[in-house]
Structure formats: C-alpha cells, structure tokens
C-alpha cells in the first residue's frame, strides 16, 4: 500500500494496474453505499423521518479506470487535498456558505478554512471526470418505511431484511442493465466496493453477491478496497452521496430537477444511467 502522503509521488495509473492485474473481471464495478440514514420529513423534526439505504457507483473497463486515477490524483493535487468524500464535502459547503455553524470537530474536516469558490469548483472539476465513464452510473435506494408497508401488503416477503432486499435489487438491476441491447457483450465484470469495518454488513454484501455469481458467468469476484488507495471508489462515494442527497430532497417534498453536478455525473442528469432502482 502506498502511504496516502506520498501518492503525488507515485505513478497512480501504474499502481491502480498492478492491483486491478489480480482480479478476473476485466470491467470493474465501483460500489460505495450509505445505509440506514434518517432523513425527517418536512415541519416534523425527528419524530416522523424515513430511514433511507442508498448506493451508488460507475462502471468501467481496466483501463478506463486507470487512465481515471491519473486524471482524478492530478486534480487532488491541483486543489492539495488528499482525497475527496463528499459528506465532508458538504459539511465544509454548508460552513462556507453559512448555512449552519461548523462543529466542534470541523478543524478535523479536511476541506476546514476553504472558500465557497474553492469547494464548488473541487467538486465540479472531480464531477467531469467521474461522469465521463463509457458504461456508466449505477446506483439505487430504498426506504425502510416504505419497504415495511410493502411487507405488510404481501409484496415483499416477512421477514427479509431490507438492506439485503436492497443489496439484492443492486445486483439485479446490474443485470437487467446487462440485458438491454449491446450491453450483453459486456467482459467478465469484478465488483468492487468501498471497504467497511462492519462485518455483518459486509457479509450481507457477499452473501448477496453469491446467488448471482452462480447463475451469472459474467460476475468474475467481489472485493473490498480503501477508497484512499483506489481512487475510482471517490467517485463512486460522489454517486452514492448524491443520490442520497436526491432521494434527501424527494422525501422532503422539494421539486425534482438535473443540477449542473447532475448532468456532470449522470450525463443526462437522471442517477443511473446504466442501472436504477427504488423502493419508496
């Protein structure tokens, strides 16, 4: 592993390829998700909320994703932050922009003492280089009211917990995405998502995954990694933020429309542009 001070040092794309070298897949699918987060409705404060689960990311080839970590340190460097995680991200925006006062901790947050300006072009000069992957996004939500009240109606069986019944609607719609026109010719495919301390959700992730493998010969392996070291998994962490970030404004009743950073991401500005799928 190469130490997170010395990468502006190292050649990104060369160590990207010798760690993407030992997996099957020759397409890598770059997963981060943000699970069981409590969103509060409107006027409510925290007594009616829904808990949402999200994920997101993008997929590309090997190579796609090596001359990516090139691109993406270079502007890392540019703006001298180490890495980019866009709940930190936020945080430091709402603090610049004087939304909310910065908490005792933000000397911690490593965009702390950035002007509003500095954030806002961070952000879009990363966005224009995740949104230009050939396959495209991915990504998805589901509530957790949402998911009970379905149970209840018969339509999800008792008993399935919901970020399995989530994690298994990801694979799916990874697939069904794979049966469109063209996309079946698509190469062995390597998902890879943001590594977790979590056990049980981490097995949750592969005991999801395996199913599929076996019915699916396109599915070559699973992993995990540190998004300091493969840098592709930022900007799956921007996918999935920003998704959470819609489905945030969705609950809330607010207007629905394609933001510049959308359009940067998503190309057309709908989140996923390979795959999607809800429950809400």
Not at 19 to 40: F, I, K
Not at 116 to 121: F, G, I, Y
Not at 228 to 255: H, N, W
Request: charged share 25%; with cysteine; proline share 4%.
């Amino acid at each position: 592993m190469i130490p997170p001070h010395e990468k502006s040092k190292c050649d990104v794309a060369k160590y990207f390829l010798r760690c993407a070298s030992s997996l099957p897949g020759r397409v890598l699918v770059m997963l981060t998700a943000y699970a069981d987060e409590s969103v509060a409705q409107p006027g409510s404060g925290s007594k009616n909320s829904f808990s949402i689960s999200a994920f997101g990311g993008y997929v590309a080839s090997v190579e796609e994703w090596q001359q990516f970590s090139v691109r993406w340190q270079r502007v890392l460097n540019n703006y001298d932050a180490e890495a980019f995680h866009f709940r930190e991200w936020a945080l430091a925006a709402s603090v610049a922009k004087k939304k909310r006062s910065a908490p005792s901790s933000f000397h911690k947050n490593p965009y702390c003492g950035w002007k509003e300006t500095k954030l806002t072009a961070f952000l879009y000069d990363l966005a224009g280089i995740a949104g230009t992957r050939k396959y495209g996004s991915f990504g998805g939500f589901i509530s957790l009211e949402r998911f009970t009240e379905r149970q209840a109606a018969g339509e999800i069986l008792i008993g399935e917990d919901h970020r399995d019944f989530c994690l298994k609607g990801c694979f799916q719609a990874f697939i069904d995405a794979l049966n469109t026109e063209g996309s079946n010719r698509i190469e062995p495919v390597s998902f890879i998502w943001d590594g977790t301390k979590d056990a049980s959700w981490k097995k949750s992730i592969t005991d999801a995954y395996e199913p599929f493998r076996r019915r699916n010969p396109t599915f070559a392996s699973i992993s995990f990694a540190d998004d300091k070291f493969c840098l592709p998994l930022q900007a799956a962490d921007m996918v999935s933020y920003r998704i959470r970030q819609k489905t945030d404004s969705r609950f809330r009743g607010e207007p629905s429309s394609a933001s510049h950073l959308d359009k940067l991401l998503f190309g057309d500005g709908t989140e996923g542009r390979l795959g999607f799928f809800n429950i809400q």
